[in-house]
């Protein structure tokens, strides 16, 4: 494909991103009347998984094609290990350097830096305003004794120093004005990532303050481990709502705001009249959870709420359409290479969505999942199973656990993973050894 005659590529990420909170799912609110457009535009993928629970392994499958184990990367910082790192070093395969070599202008819309500005033309980080000590206690080491804390002493120190254990994120709306502006500038195909956080907890880009309903301590009366009753006391602290139906809500403007930036984004592709020559595609890096299966307000575990994602993709000249079939964000960088007629000379574990979305061809029976929050947890599924295997369950987060050694889910009958049927064998116990995973 000639280079004046490639689409644009415009790569959005909302980051803990559930499909639940979505019309588009089955949601009472509408929280997506925009995304709900951009779908009858477009393919609906309703069984979209990520391949990590966590922010960093996910974009790198994105962005390198590979499950988390092959890319190296499987824990989400500060937990991720010098080894792990290494390992990510000697992966050669990038996307945005691909897309790069290929001609086009490559724009970076998100502030994590590090390893993720390779092959960006331009990187836009989030402009740093912090004290030295804000700096200091932002650092992965300093948050990991942050958490380790109690909460008086953690609420205190967020009290003093107008900080938190997480990182503060820039509104969308800004993100978006640059966006805006980076699209009327391209003078030649672009590719544009764009990171949407005010999706990530404790929502702090969104204004909500909240009623006077309280349900927190009820919920603390009914969790067993001090460590995790210390770590929600602080998840607490952070948003500063004392009920679940609070912060939903909270959560629920964060997805409205979103929303309403991709459609100046999309009004702005129209505008500039190159909508029709741009492949759009709006996805989750991760879910997260805010009560099920005795997660609270955190994406720890490997159950659909933390996993499952939404996933939207424009294609030109593919009509719309919707499928159940099962997708991963492992297979992004081979669809976007098969649209522009370009091979992927090295081993990938993503697939080409092309077949599924032109001829109904399914791609993939399987669907692979690591735990980025907790010591050693993976996960296997089909569309009517699931099976998830521990090897050390303990969250580094909250330092409890969330699942046991073995759990499998018959996912047609029981799709809220609420019974455990596994009964010390599985016939998806040895797909990771034929994956060579």
Known sequence: MEEKNRP????????????KHLSLFGYENETDKNLKNLAKDSILFRKAISTSNSTVPSLNSIFTGLYPPNHGVVHQFPYTTEEEIDKFDRVNLWMPTFLKNLGYETMAL??????????????????????????????????????????????FGKSVFKTRSSTPFTPSSETVKLAISKIKKAKKPFFLFMHFWDTHFPFPTTKYSGSEEKDIDRILENVKSDSQKEYIKKRITDIGLESTKDIIRKYDLTIKNIDDGIKKIIK?????????????????????????????????????????????????????????????????????????????????????LLPLVKENISV??????????????????TKKRKLILSEDETCNLCKSSHHK?????????????????????????????????
């Open 405 to 437: 050694k073995a759990e499998e889910y018959d996912l047609e009958r029981d799709a809220g993973e609420t019974e455990n049927i596994f009964r010390g064998e599985s016939e998806l116990s040895k797909s990771f050894d034929e994956d060579k995973i």
């Open 8 to 19: 644009n590529i415009v790569l959005v990420i909302v980051d803990a991103f559930r499909p």
């Open 364 to 381: 993939r029976d399987k669907a692979f999942s690591w735990d980025g929050l907790s010591k050693s947890i993976k996960s296997v599924r």
């Open 110 to 155: 998100d502030w994590l830096g590090m390893w993720y500005k390779k092959g960006f033309d331009y990187y836009k980080e989030k402009e740093d305003k912090k004290s030295l000590m804000q700096k200091i206690i932002s650092s992965p080491k300093v948050k990991q004794i942050l958490l380790k804390l109690p909460n008086w002493a953690y609420k």
């Open 268 to 352: 702005t592709l129209k505008n500039q009249g190159v909508w029709e020559n741009t492949i759009f595609i709006v996805m989750g890096d991760h879910g997260d959870s805010f009560t099920e299966h005795g997660v609270y307000f955190s994406h720890s575990g490997l159950f659909d709420e933390t996993i499952h994602v939404p996933m939207i993709m424009h294609i030109p000249g593919i009509s719309q359409k919707e499928t159940e079939e099962l997708v991963q964000n492992v297979d992004i960088f081979p669809t976007i290479a098969e649209i522009l007629g370009e091979n992927i000379n090295e081993n990938i574990d993503g697939v080409s």
